[in-house]
């Protein structure tokens, strides 16, 4: 869940090198440091490319572009049919390729120390990106308009999605990562009834389409709010499922058995927190999971993103707390 950041300030350096966030997700020598540097700095167990989901969209010649204190915005925004129809269709390798080239120089320069994940964003949650032009301040309700006003479009949008997001998983894949996760960051938002149709169904084909060729790649999907649908999503084909700290980990586990693993879910503000908090919470996630048993797996995470205002001292707590709550249960 985003190891690298604002919080660290080898980051911070890095990104003032790179000019702006776009160019260094876009150059793989900075997006292979800016991944490693969790890492050299805390060990944890599996580094994460660093990256970001809308890549894809400006893949699609959206115009991806930062302002400062607003977040991700497009310079062109989908407003109706001829709008959709323009969107060029995308080779990953020709338009992807630099994540590519990231992840085989992230996996040269791990050298075996620690497995790596690559990600994408789902289609529903890039659609929500794409059809608002940008981040939302208003949980997309323009979006969700769409969905009571013209879902064929909204459709439409996610089976052209679907076909990327899959080529793109599997690019990754061949370049060198050790699991792929998917996150539908904005699931949640989602009336249970719209939930299959507009979500889960382009997820599922996505996993199906990355077992084909990959077969020996862990898949993990996240949906953030999306702990009503754990059941459904647990049956998607994938290998764990990430959990954000609404869902009662103990409750998880029993309802999906040893089916999936289970990834999260401690709360991004407990590192916010004074350390005493921060051990007690970490005790906590991991004694609700319970005893490790065979085929039964759990992955310790932030159940979303780390905040920018993390102190560094606090993610060096929080390894040594997991690493000591997880031998006690071993």
């Known amino acids: 869940m985003r190891q690298a950041g604002r919080y660290l300030p080898e980051y911070n350096a890095t990104r003032s090198k790179a000019g702006n966030f776009l160019a260094l997700c876009k150059t793989p020598e900075l997006a292979c440091e800016v991944t490693l540097q969790p890492i050299d700095r805390y060990g944890f167990d599996a580094a994460i490319l660093f990256s970001d989901i809308l890549t894809i969209p400006d893949a699609m010649g959206m115009g991806l572009h930062f302002v400062e204190g607003e977040g991700p915005r497009f310079h062109r925004k989908i407003e109706g049919e001829k709008d959709l129809a323009a969107l ?9 390729g630099y994540v590519a080239d990231a992840v085989s120089l992230i996996q040269k320069e791990l050298a075996g120390r620690v497995p790596l994940i690559g990600f994408s964003g789902s289609p529903w949650t890039l659609a929500c990106y794409m059809l608002s032009g940008g981040s939302s301040d208003d949980d997309f309700l323009f979006v969700r308009k769409w969905l009571y006003s013209r879902p064929d479009l909204v459709l439409e949008l996610l089976t052209r999605l679907e076909r990327v997001v899959a080529d793109y998983c599997c690019m990754q894949a061949r370049s060198g990562a050790d699991a792929l996760m998917i996150f539908d960051s904005w699931g949640g938002l989602l009336a249970d009834s719209h939930f299959e149709t507009f979500s889960l169904a382009s997820i599922r084909r996505i996993v199906q389409a990355i077992k084909q060729k990959h077969p020996d790649i862990p898949t993990i999907v996240f949906v953030k709010g999306g702990g009503i649908w754990l059941d459904q999503v647990a049956a998607s084909g994938c290998s764990a499922v990430g959990l954000d700290w ?7 586990r029993e309802r999906v058995g040893a089916r999936v693993a289970l990834q999260g879910n401690l709360d991004p503000a407990v590192l916010l927190g004074a350390p005493a908090h921060i051990e007690a919470e970490v005790a906590r996630v991991v004694q609700s999971f319970g005893r490790r048993q065979p085929g039964v797996g759990h992955v310790f995470n932030l159940g979303h ?23 006690r249960l071993a």
């Open 246 to 252: 609404t869902v009662n980990l103990r409750d998880a």
């Open 88 to 96: 060029p269709s995308v080779d990953v390798i020709d338009s992807l």
């Open 305 to 327: 993103g780390i905040s920018q205002f993390t102190p560094v001292d606090h993610v060096s707590c929080l390894v040594e707390a997991v690493a000591r709550e997880s031998s």
